[in-house]
Nanobody
Framework: QVQVEESGGGSIQTGGSLRLSCTIS????????VGWFRQAPGKEREGVAG???????TYADSVKGRFTLTKDSAKKSLILQMNSLKPEDTGMYYC????????????WGQGSVNHYGQGTQVTVSS
């Protein structure tokens, strides 16, 4: 069974930065895509960032230029660096992996994944 664990969320003011970390219990390069999705109360899931086995990165338009996703395949870990945070970035962030959907797919963008963790809360206040 694949295990996914996140850490690093918190509360911060507009314009601040947070770094989210994730470890996955299996070879992350065996997935079509690994990355993060988020969900705010009353809203649909949104794929925030994904990275494929070839290292290609995909970002939601809402976070491009502000968020950066990196991976360390040897450590089975991901880092999501979030800068210039806005109140609309508030939500529960989940580290995730997909056997089926590539990072640039609509499905990933909608948060359709095979495995994800418990999530970590990010709250951005104005």
């Amino acid at each position: 069974q694949v295990q996914v664990e996140e850490s690093g969320g918190g509360s911060i003011q507009t314009g601040g930065s947070l770094r989210l970390s994730c470890t996955i219990s299996t070879n992350i390069d065996s997935f079509y895509c690994v990355g993060w999705f988020r969900q705010a109360p009353g809203k649909e899931r949104e794929g925030v960032a994904g990275i494929g086995p070839d290292g290609s990165e995909t970002y939601a338009d809402s976070v491009k230029g502000r968020f950066t996703l990196t991976k360390d395949s040897a450590k089975k870990s991901l880092i999501l660096q979030m800068n210039s945070l806005k109140p609309e970035d508030t939500g529960m962030y989940y580290c995730a992996a997909s056997w089926r959907n590539q990072c640039n797919s609509r499905a990933w963008g909608q948060g359709s994944v095979n495995h994800y963790g418990q999530g970590t809360q990010v709250t951005v206040s104005s």
